[in-house]
């Protein structure tokens, strides 16, 4: 395999270069992600996604967890 490789993003379509043999050097690297944020994405995606996308994907779970918790917060409010 390839040191660098070019791809296309599955998100967005944009191209650009996948650095797995110098993982530490990879644009993805820019963005740090927790393990919980990993498997939301890769639920949506199996492949490498740009930095950009990344970032997207990051805010999108936050968004959705936090609607979740806002959720689960008024439904105990209104049980008692």
């Known amino acids: 395999m390839a040191c660098h490789e070019t791809i296309t993003c599955p ?3 944009a191209a650009f270069e996948c650095r797995v ?8 690297q820019q963005v740090t992600l927790t393990e919980e944020e990993r498997a939301f994405i890769g639920e949506a995606y199996s492949g490498c996604l740009c930095a950009g ?28």
Not at 21 to 28: A, D, P, V
Not at 53 to 80: A, P, V
């Open 11 to 13: 998100r967005c379509n």
């Open 53 to 80: 996308c990344l970032n997207d994907m990051k805010k999108s779970y936050r968004q959705t967890r936090f609607k979740e918790r806002l959720l689960q917060l008024f439904s105990l409010r209104f049980k008692r």
């Open 21 to 28: 043999g110098s993982i530490l050097r990879c644009q993805c």
